[in-house]
C-alpha cells in the first residue's frame, strides 16, 4: 500500500487542523493505520492507531484532542486535531501495516506516506 499524508500547515494555538492520509493499492480495509510525528531532535513517537476494526489508540499527550477515523470506502485516515497547543508542532506521518502490535511503536509499520508539517504558534 502506498500512502500520503497531507493537511499540514500553520495554526494559532487552540485551534483545529484535520490532516489527511490516502492510501493507494489493495486490501485497504485489512490495514491498521497509524499517525506518528516527529519534532526535530527528537524520535518519531506514536500518535493515533486504528485497526481493521476501527478500534483506536492514542497517545496520553493527544488523548481527548485527537481523533483518528478510517473510511474504507475512499481508502482514507484523517486525524481530527482539536486543541493544538504548541508542542503538538511537529512533521506528521501516517503508517499502515496489516498487523497492530501494542504498544503502537514506529518501528513495527512498514508503509510509511511523506511527512506533512504542523506549526503551531501565535
Known amino acids: 500500500v502506498q500512502l500520503q499524508a497531507c493537511g499540514g500547515g500553520l495554526v494559532q494555538p487552540g485551534d483545529s487542523l484535520r490532516l489527511s492520509c490516502a492510501a493507494s493499492?489493495?486490501?485497504?480495509?485489512?490495514?491498521?493505520l497509524a499517525w506518528f510525528r516527529q519534532s526535530p531532535g527528537k524520535e518519531r513517537e506514536f500518535v493515533a492507531a486504528?485497526?481493521?476494526?476501527?478500534?483506536?489508540w492514542y497517545s496520553d499527550a493527544v488523548k481527548g484532542r485527537f481523533t483518528i477515523s478510517r473510511d474504507n470506502a475512499k481508502n482514507t485516515a484523517p486525524l481530527q486535531m482539536n486543541s493544538l497547543k504548541p508542542e503538538d508542532t511537529a512533521v506528521y506521518y501516517c503508517?499502515?501495516?496489516?498487523?497492530?502490535?501494542?504498544?503502537?511503536?514506529?518501528?513495527?509499520?512498514?508503509?510509511w506516506g511523506q511527512g506533512t508539517l504542523v506549526t503551531v504558534s501565535s
Open positions: 493499492g489493495r486490501n485497504f480495509e485489512r490495514y491498521a
Open positions: 503508517a499502515a501495516d496489516f498487523r497492530l502490535q501494542i504498544p503502537v511503536r514506529a518501528s513495527k509499520f512498514d508503509n
Open positions: 486504528i485497526n481493521y476494526r476501527s478500534n483506536t
